[in-house]
């Protein structure tokens, strides 16, 4: 996060100083976006219920995180409230939805949709950290963590069964109603 925050904006001394609230805020930001899938899912499927109670129990518990983190620990402690919000309540969510909705299906999503493509990304990335260098110019900054980001999303894709099954063979017929 510390090289992407100088990049943009050219400041060692912001890089510095928000690099570890970028991070949280990165990994909370990550957990929410797994959400939001079997959010559509759980809506197309009329059960508003279980998004109606995260959203309700997310709410009880911010505010008194939020006042005791950022009192202890400001903006970085802000977005550990973030964070523990949506690392804690992905689980349940998807675990719930799951059960009522694609039952017997959540080992399979877990390490075949979410876990394998996050390894792989997580290689890259671990790479690009080894490889990128101590004090790059921005433009050369911004190229690595573009050719990055790339990479990881590439390795993230191929990674997944489903997208090598429709590499392969093309999509999947659409029945005609």
Known sequence: TREVLLVWTGS????????????????????LAVQVVPYHLALAHGWVRLNLALIAVSLALAVPLLVLLVGARGAAGAAFAWLLLNVVG????VVLLHRRLLPGETRRW??????RP?????VCVAVARVVYPADPSRPLGAALLGVTVV?????AALSSPDVLRYLRSGPPAVEEP
């Open 12 to 31: 060692p001394a912001v890089a510095a100083g928000a690099w570890e609230a970028g991070a949280l805020l990165t990994v909370g930001s990550m957990a």
């Open 118 to 122: 996050l390894a792989a990304a997580a």
């Open 90 to 93: 992905t689980g349940p969510y």
């Open 151 to 155: 990479a990881a999303m590439v390795a």
């Open 110 to 115: 877990l390490v075949s949709d979410l876990l």
